[in-house]
């Protein structure tokens, strides 16, 4: 167990539904990154948060937002789904930016 | 662009063989992480390398990092099962972590 939640474990949509995934850092952890990750594939890097900002973007569709809010929590908004936003979402907590990060068990999205 | 390159893709072996999995980037980086992915789950941090030509070993596992920090090997003595796993390298660069697209290892009984 890596400390890091994510909700909910599994998620089943339709095409142009609006979807939130939610994550729960380590205690102490004040940076938060999330990744997608679809079928054998390696992790895609979305975006970074760090103490509530917003710190860097990777490549984040820009149907899809984020936000890391005073209590560290963070969660993700994909809205317009697509076929192909069918993946794992993985969410991450460190320290600080560039530490070791610990990763979440993930949130299944199936769009359908 | 892709700053890191894994080899090979695919990885099958009998239980008890060793093996080596690559990372390999055209740019010099500081440090690398290797991950293991176990189906369903996030990965897990094995190791972190820092210096260049530095050899770490976690029981059967052994790491090293390229002299010219360009390169990392992953090595495993007597593959046991509960190796099976996804293997993936990682560095953090211009505020991001950037993975490699992994080994996908399988180690039959």
């Known amino acids: 167990d890596s400390g890091v939640t994510q909700t909910p474990k599994h998620l089943i949509t339709a095409t142009g539904q609006r979807v939130t995934l939610r994550c729960s850092p380590r205690?102490?952890?004040?940076?938060v990154y999330w990744y997608q990750q679809s079928l054998d594939q390696g992790l895609q890097f979305l975006i970074q948060?760090?103490?509530?900002?917003?710190?860097a973007k990777g490549n984040i569709l820009e149907r899809f937002s984020a936000q890391q809010f005073p209590d560290l929590h963070s969660e993700l908004n994909l809205s317009s789904l697509e076929l192909g936003d069918s993946a794992l979402y993985f969410c991450?907590?460190?320290?600080?930016?560039?530490?070791?990060?610990?990763f979440g068990p993930g949130t299944r999205l199936t769009v359908l | 662009t892709q700053l890191l390159e894994q080899s090979p893709q695919f990885l099958s072996i009998q239980e008890g063989e060793n093996l080596t999995v690559y990372c390999n980037s055209s740019?010099?980086?500081?440090?690398l992480q290797w991950y293991r992915q176990e189906p369903g789950e996030g990965p897990v941090l094995l190791v972190t390398?820092?210096?260049?030509?530095e050899v770490k070993k976690l029981k059967r596992l052994t790491f090293q990092f390229g002299d010219a920090r360009k390169d990392s090997s992953l090595h495993i003595t007597a593959a046991q099962p509960g190796d099976t796993g996804l293997y993936l390298c990682?560095?953090?660069?211009?505020?991001?972590?950037?993975f490699g697209s992994g080994t996908k290892l399988n180690v039959k009984p």
């Open positions: 948060y760090y103490n509530g900002e917003e710190r």
């Open positions: 205690s102490g952890d004040l940076s």
């Open positions: 740019s010099v980086f500081s440090s």
């Open positions: 990682a560095l953090y660069n211009f505020n991001k972590f950037y």
């Open positions: 991450a907590s460190s320290v600080a930016p560039g530490d070791t990060q610990y």
């Open positions: 390398v820092v210096t260049g030509g």
